[in-house]
C-alpha cells in the first residue's frame, strides 16, 4: 500500500443469508490489520450494499453468502457499481459457492473468491496487496 | 512420567479440546473421587438420565435415522425424501429455502436469487402438499426446521394430514421454532423477541392439547455452535433458552409444567472433540433433568428427561480436500451416538460447496448405518461412563455451564441478556479466538492448516435447475388465483384480530393455511401488529 | 476537479470522496472546501451522544424517520473509536440506519476517532462542513462522549442531546466532564424499563445545582420508546423549541462566532505545527534549536520566539 492511508472496507451481508460468523471474523481481522471496516448488517439488498459503498467511499466491498443466491447478488452489487460509475471500487465474495461459480462471478466483476477453510492472513494480505485507497484525483470520474 | 517428560517434551505446550478446555496428560481415580454412582451415573431413563434419557435406549431401538433435507420445489424435495426413505432412513427433516424461513413468499422481491438454493421453498397449502405426496404421515415423524413461521408451516401439516384423514393423534414431529437462538445466533428474524415467544407459547399450548406426539418446540444449541460458540456455551444458553421457554409457558398459559414438558426437546451439535461431546451430552441431559425437577419443580420423570436431536458440526467441515470431511463427519456422528442422541443427521461431503449430491448424502446415511450395525457401540448403554477422563470432563463441562447459567440468571433471564447482547459477544469472541488458533496453527486443519495440496479435486457437485425461480412464483400465483380470495382474506382479517387479543393463534393460521392464504400473506399480518425486528448493532 | 460543484448540487459520490481526501487535507481537498466554505451555516446540528446500551442508535434511526416525515434532508455522522492497537476501526453505527441507505435524502457516514490529520474535532467540523454545504437540514452526529474531541464536537454542534438507560446511573460518571453540562436535552430512552424514576432524579439533582438566567434554555428531560417509536414527537418538538429558543435570544449568532472562533483556532494551530513539521524535514534548524535547548543554551520561549520570527520572514504557509 503505498498511499498509507487507512484502506476503508464494508463487509456485507447480501440477501436473506444469516450467516455472520465469518463475515464478524473478517471484519475483526481488518481491523487489527489497520483498516476502517464499516460493517453491513444482515439481510442487506445490493442497492442498501451499493449505497452505503458510495457514501463511505469505500475502496473495498467483501459479500459474504452461504445460502447459494451469490449467482444472483453479487453481478447485482458489480451492475449497481456501474450504474453509478462506481466499478473502480473493488469487490471481493466468499461463502457456499460452488467451484464452477468462480470463473463466472469473476467474469462479472468479482475480483476474488474466498471459500470457507480459507485463512484470515491470506485475506487480508490480498486487499493489501490488490486493493489501493485511492488518492486524490486519481479516480476515474 | 516426570522423567520421561523432562527428556522427551510433550508435542505441545498446551493440550485442550477444541473448545479449549484444557486437557491433562492423565485421569485417574483422583479426578473423579466425589463421583457418586447414584446422584451422578444412575441408569438410563432414571434422574438424573446422565446415561440417557430411557431405561432400552439403543438395545429396544435405533435412534432414529433423519437427515435433513430440502432443495429446489417441492417436488424436487419429495423425490430426495424418498430416496433417503428408501436407502433406509427412519425420519424425515425439513430444509426451507430463506425465504420461507424468513416468511416470504418466492415472487418477493428480497427473494430473488434465494429461491430453493439452500431448502426447498414452500408458499402455501399446495406445495406443502407436493412435499408430502406418498409419504405416510402417519407411519413417519417430520421434524422441521423453521423459526418465526413456524406455527404456518405446522399447520400445514396439519392441514395435509387432516386432509388425508389422519388424525393429528396419529402424526408426530418437530418445529424447531425456537426464536431465542435466531437473536444470538441463526438470524432469521421477523418479529421482535416478545411476540416471538408469544407465538411459541401459543404452539406450545397447542400441541399440548391437540397434537400429543408433536415435538413443538426444539431447544437448539446447534446454532450456536457453529456461530462459533464453546461447548461450554452451545449447552448453557441452550439450557437457559429452555428455561426462559419454560417460564414464558408458565406465566402466559397457566399449564402445569408437567402437561408439556414431556415434549420439550433439544437439539444439539456434534463437533470435532470427540470426548469434550460425548460429556456434553452427558452433561447436558443431568442439568436439565436438575432444571426440571428443581427449579420448575416437574413431579413426572418423564418432565425431567432431555430428549435432543444431533447434527454433525457443519461449521467443522472444509472445502480443501473435502472427501477428508467423511472422517470428520464419522467421528462426530460417533460421538453424538455414544452421547445417546435420539435422531442424527449426518453432513454430507459437498456442503461447504453445495446442497448434497445423492452420492453424498448416500454415504452420509451409511456412516450412521455402519455406526449402528457394525461398530458395535450401540450394543450397551453410555459405554463411556467410569471412564475417568469422560466423567471428569463431564462434570468440568456441567460446572463451567452452570456458571453462564447464573450469569445470565442475574441478568434477568435469557431475554435480558440478548437484549444486553452478552450471549452474542460471547460467541464472537469465541468464534474469533479459535479462528486465531487455526491461523496461528495451534489447532490444525488438514488440509488446511498442515498437509495442504492446494489442488482442487471436487467431487460433483448438486445441480439445480436455472428455471426453479420462476417456476415456484408461477406456481403460487396459479394457487392465488384459483383460491377462493374473499376467503383467505376473511381468514386474515380473522388472524389479525385475533393477535390483537391473547387468543392461542393456531386456529386462526389453520383457518388460514386452509384457505390457501400464503405464508408471506400470514406472516405480513404479524408483521403489520407487531412490528419487524432489526438488528440492532455489531456486537463484534 | 470540480468536487465542490458536484458537491453542491448534492452529488452522493462527490461528497464522500471530499469527505476522504480532507481527511489528509490535501491542498487540492482544501481548495475545495475554500469553495464550499460561503455555502455552510445553514444546517442544524445536532450533537448525539449516549451510554452503550442507550439504543442511541435506535434512537437516531427513528429521529432520521421523522425528520424524513417531515420532508427535511439529513445527514448522519457516525463516530466509533478506532482501536489503539492497529489503527483500525470497525464502524457499525450504519447497522441501525441501513433501511435509509437508499434514500436519497439521507446521507450516512461513518468516522473514526483516530487518524485524523488536525484531530478529530476538525475533521468531524470539515464534515460536518461538507454535509451542511451539500444541502443537507439537519446534520446528527453520534459520538461516544468519552474523549475531549468529543465534547468539543458537542460544543460544535447547535443542540445537544445526551441518551441514557434506566440502570446506567453510573455511567454518567465516564462522560467527559464538559459533556453533561453542556447537554440542552436529555433522553432517557428504553423508558418500558425499571429505574426510569431513579435515573430522572438524579439528572434533575444535578441540573438544579446549575445557574440559569432568565432566558436561557432549561434542559428538557424525555421519556422515549425508541425501538417503539414512543416519545420521538417529543424530541423533535424539544429540539425545534431549542432552536427556536437560540435564534430568538440571540444566542444562535453568539454560538455560530464561538465555532467560527474555535474552528479558526483549530485551523491555526494546525496550520502552524503543518508548517512547523515541514520546516523540520527541509533542514536541520530545528533540530539544533532543539539541541540548544537540550544543553540549556536557550529556553522553550525563546526558542519558540525564533521559530514563529522565521516562519513570519519565510512569509511561506
Redesign the interface.
Do not use: C, D, K, V
Given at each position: 500500500m503505498t498511499s498509507g492511508r487507512k484502506l476503508r472496507i464494508l463487509v456485507a451481508k447480501p440477501g436473506l443469508d444469516g450467516h455472520d460468523r465469518g463475515a464478524k471474523i473478517l471484519a475483526r481481522a481488518y481491523r487489527d490489520a489497520g483498516f476502517e471496516v464499516i460493517y453491513s448488517g444482515l439481510h442487506q439488498t445490493p442497492e442498501q450494499i451499493v449505497q452505503a459503498a458510495l457514501q463511505e467511499d469505500v475502496d473495498l466491498i467483501g459479500l459474504s453468502c452461504l445460502s447459494g443466491a451469490h449467482m444472483y447478488l453479487f453481478p447485482r452489487v458489480i451492475d449497481l457499481l456501474k450504474e453509478s460509475k462506481a466499478e473502480d471500487i473493488t469487490v471481493i465474495g466468499g461463502g457456499i459457492i460452488p467451484m464452477d461459480d468462480i470463473p463466472k462471478l469473476k467474469k462479472a466483476g468479482i475480483k476474488e473468491v474466498f471459500l470457507p477453510g480459507g485463512s484470515l492472513k491470506d485475506m487480508v494480505d490480498w486487499a493489501k496487496a490488490n486493493v489501493e485507497p485511492c488518492r486524490y484525483g486519481e479516480r476515474k470520474e | 512420567m516426570e522423567r520421561s517428560v523432562e527428556q522427551k517434551p510433550e508435542r505441545m505446550e498446551r493440550f485442550s479440546t477444541v473448545s479449549d478446555v484444557e486437557v491433562k496428560r492423565i485421569y485417574t481415580p483422583e479426578d473423579v473421587k466425589d463421583l457418586d454412582f447414584a446422584r451422578d451415573i444412575g441408569y438410563p431413563g432414571t434422574f438424573p438420565f446422565t446415561r440417557g434419557c430411557q431405561p432400552s435406549m439403543y438395545r429396544g431401538r435405533e435412534w432414529t435415522f433423519r437427515m435433513f433435507s430440502g432443495m429446489g420445489s417441492a417436488a424436487d424435495t419429495n423425490k430426495r425424501w424418498h430416496l433417503l426413505l428408501g436407502q433406509g432412513e427412519t425420519g424425515l427433516s425439513t430444509a426451507f429455502d430463506f425465504p420461507t424461513l424468513m416468511g416470504y413468499d418466492s415472487d418477493c422481491p428480497r427473494a430473488r436469487g434465494e429461491c430453493g438454493k439452500c431448502g426447498v421453498a414452500i408458499d402455501t397449502l399446495t406445495d406443502l402438499e407436493i412435499l408430502t405426496d406418498s409419504i405416510p404421515l402417519d407411519g413417519v415423524t417430520t421434524s422441521m426446521t423453521i423459526n418465526p413461521p413456524a406455527p404456518v408451516l405446522w399447520a400445514m401439516y396439519l392441514a395435509v394430514a387432516e386432509k388425508n384423514g389422519i388424525g393429528w393423534d396419529k402424526i408426530g414431529g418437530t418445529i424447531q421454532n425456537d426464536m431465542l437462538k435466531e437473536f444470538i445466533a441463526q438470524k432469521t428474524l421477523m418479529l421482535p423477541p416478545k411476540p416471538s415467544i408469544r407465538l411459541i407459547s401459543d404452539t406450545v399450548e397447542f400441541g399440548t392439547k391437540y397434537v400429543p406426539r408433536w415435538n413443538t418446540i426444539s431447544i437448539s444449541g446447534y446454532h450456536i455452535r457453529e456461530a462459533g460458540s464453546t461447548a461450554v456455551q452451545e449447552l448453557a444458553f441452550t439450557l437457559a433458552d429452555g428455561i426462559a421457554y419454560v417460564q414464558d409457558v408458565l406465566e402466559r398459559k397457566k399449564l402445569d409444567v408437567d402437561s408439556f414438558a414431556p415434549r420439550l426437546s433439544f437439539f444439539f451439535n456434534s463437533h470435532l472433540d470427540f470426548f469434550e461431546e460425548i460429556a456434553k451430552f452427558r452433561a447436558a441431559r443431568r442439568m436439565w433433568a436438575k432444571i426440571m425437577r428443581y427449579r420448575f419443580k416437574a413431579e413426572d420423570p418423564r418432565s425431567w428427561w432431555m430428549r435432543f436431536h444431533t447434527q454433525t458440526a457443519g461449521c467443522s467441515l472444509v472445502a480443501q480436500q473435502p472427501y477428508n470431511n467423511v472422517i470428520r463427519t464419522t467421528a462426530e456422528a460417533l460421538a453424538a451416538v455414544m452421547g445417546g442422541t435420539q435422531s442424527l443427521h449426518t453432513n454430507s461431503l459437498d456442503e461447504t460447496l453445495a446442497l448434497p449430491s445423492e452420492f453424498a448424502v448416500t454415504i452420509a446415511l451409511r456412516t450412521q448405518q455402519i455406526i449402528a450395525d457394525e461398530i458395535g457401540v450401540a450394543n450397551t448403554i453410555d459405554p463411556m461412563a467410569g471412564s475417568y477422563f469422560v466423567e471428569s470432563l463431564t462434570n468440568e463441562i456441567e460446572e463451567r455451564a452452570w456458571e453462564y447459567i447464573n450469569r445470565i440468571d442475574e441478568m434477568g433471564g435469557m431475554l435480558a441478556a440478548i437484549e444486553r447482547g452478552f450471549p452474542q459477544r460471547e460467541i464472537a469472541d469465541a468464534a474469533y479466538h479459535y479462528q486465531q488458533q487455526i491461523e496461528g496453527g495451534e489447532k490444525v486443519v488438514i488440509g488446511v492448516n498442515k498437509y495442504s495440496t492446494g489442488e482442487q479435486v471436487y467431487p460433483p457437485l448438486l445441480q439445480m435447475s436455472e428455471e426453479l425461480e420462476e417456476e415456484q412464483i408461477a406456481r403460487t400465483i396459479e394457487v392465488k388465483r384459483t383460491r377462493d380470495s374473499r376467503k383467505a382474506l376473511q381468514s386474515l382479517n380473522a388472524l389479525r384480530a385475533a393477535c390483537k387479543t391473547d387468543k392461542n393463534m393456531m386456529p386462526y393460521v389453520l383457518e388460514a393455511v386452509k384457505a390457501y392464504a400464503t405464508e408471506q400473506e400470514i406472516c405480513d399480518v404479524w408483521r403489520g401488529v407487531f412490528g419487524e425486528y432489526r438488528e440492532s448493532s455489531v456486537h463484534l | 476537479?470540480g468536487l465542490a460543484k458536484r458537491i453542491l448540487q448534492g452529488d452522493?459520490?462527490a461528497t464522500?470522496?471530499l469527505?476522504?481526501?480532507v481527511?489528509?487535507e490535501?491542498p487540492?481537498?482544501i481548495d475545495e472546501l475554500k469553495v464550499l466554505y460561503p455555502h455552510t451555516g445553514r444546517s442544524h446540528v445536532v450533537g448525539i451522544t449516549g451510554a452503550p446500551?442507550s439504543?442511541k442508535?435506535?434512537l437516531i434511526d427513528v429521529l432520521i424517520d421523522a425528520y424524513r416525515r417531515e420532508n427535511k434532508t439529513v445527514g448522519v455522522i457516525a463516530i466509533d473509536p478506532?482501536?489503539p492497537?492497529?489503527?483500525?476501526?470497525?464502524?457499525?453505527d450504519?447497522?441501525?440506519m441501513?433501511?435509509h441507505?437508499?434514500d436519497e435524502g439521507v446521507?450516512?457516514?461513518?468516522l473514526?476517532t483516530r487518524?485524523w490529520h488536525g484531530g478529530l474535532s476538525k475533521a468531524a467540523a470539515n464534515v460536518i462542513h461538507i454535509m451542511d454545504a451539500m444541502g443537507r437540514d439537519v446534520i446528527l452526529v453520534e459520538t461516544v462522549g468519552v474523549g475531549q474531541a468529543e465534547v468539543d464536537i458537542m460544543n460544535f454542534a447547535h443542540t445537544s442531546l445526551v441518551a441514557l438507560v434506566p440502570g446506567t446511573g453510573d455511567w454518567v460518571q465516564t462522560l467527559k466532564a464538559g459533556i453533561l453540562e453542556i447537554a440542552d436535552i436529555f433522553v432517557i430512552n428504553k423508558a418500558d424499563k425499571q429505574g426510569v424514576n431513579e435515573v430522572e432524579v438524579e439528572l434533575q439533582a444535578m441540573l438544579q445545582m446549575g445557574a440559569y438566567s432568565a432566558d436561557a434554555w432549561k434542559p428538557r428531560i424525555l421519556l422515549t420508546e425508541a425501538?417503539?417509536n414512543k416519545g420521538i414527537d417529543d424530541v423533535m418538538e424539544a429540539i425545534r423549541q431549542h432552536r427556536e429558543s437560540l435564534i430568538a435570544s440571540g444566542r444562535y449568532e453568539a454560538h455560530l462566532r464561538e465555532r467560527s472562533r474555535l474552528e479558526l483556532f483549530e485551523v491555526l494551530k494546525s496550520s502552524l505545527m503543518d508548517r512547523v513539521f515541514r520546516m523540520a524535514t527541509e533542514d536541520d534548524y530545528v533540530e539544533k534549536l532543539i539541541d540548544d535547548l537540550a544543553s540549556r543554551r536557550v529556553d522553550p520561549y525563546s526558542a519558540a520566539s525564533e521559530v514563529l520570527k522565521r516562519i513570519v520572514r519565510e512569509g511561506k504557509f
Open positions: - | - | 476537479m452522493i459520490r464522500a470522496r469527505l476522504r481526501e481527511e489528509e490535501l487540492g481537498a446500551g439504543g442508535s435506535t478506532s482501536s492497537f492497529s489503527g483500525g476501526a470497525i464502524l457499525g450504519r447497522i441501525r441501513q433501511r441507505a437508499t446521507f450516512i457516514r461513518s473514526a487518524g425501538i417503539n
